[in-house]
Nanobody, 129 residues
């Protein structure tokens, strides 16, 4: 079964940047879809960017224009570049991945879609004002 490990969290001031990595145990070039989720203090886990094997990343409105998802094939990693960070971006960031041929559409970047996917342990991001 696929396994996922996140890394790259930390503490920054507002306006700063962080780079998160999500490394699955299977080759990302072989049909792996991915989702990044954030869980703020006392909040439910929310999808911030998801990408299936076919299309472009789909971003939540709150991070669009500031966050960028990319694939580093040399490192077999999904990279989440986070710029212009805001205190509201504080939380645990989780990556979920799955090998799937499903073509997703609509409002699919939500936790219920990812219930049977492989999740990492999370990495903490703290943004101070």
């Amino acid at each position: 079964q696929i396994q996922v490990v996140e890394s790259g969290g930390g503490s920054v001031q507002a306006g700063g940047s962080l780079r998160l990595s999500c490394i699955p145990s299977e080759n990302i070039a072989s049909g792996i879809a991915v989702g990044w989720f954030r869980q703020g203090p006392g909040q439910a886990r929310q999808g911030i960017v998801c990408q299936d094997r076919y299309g472009l990343p789909e971003y939540a409105a709150s991070v669009k224009g500031r966050f960028t998802l990319s694939r580093d094939y040399a490192k077999n990693a999904f990279i989440l570049e986070m710029n212009n960070l805001e205190p509201e971006d504080t939380g645990l960031y989780y990556c979920a991945a799955k090998r799937t041929n499903t073509r997703y559409s609509g409002d699919w970047c939500v936790v219920r879609t990812f219930q049977n996917w492989a999740w990492g342990q999370g990495t903490q991001v703290t943004v101070s004002s």
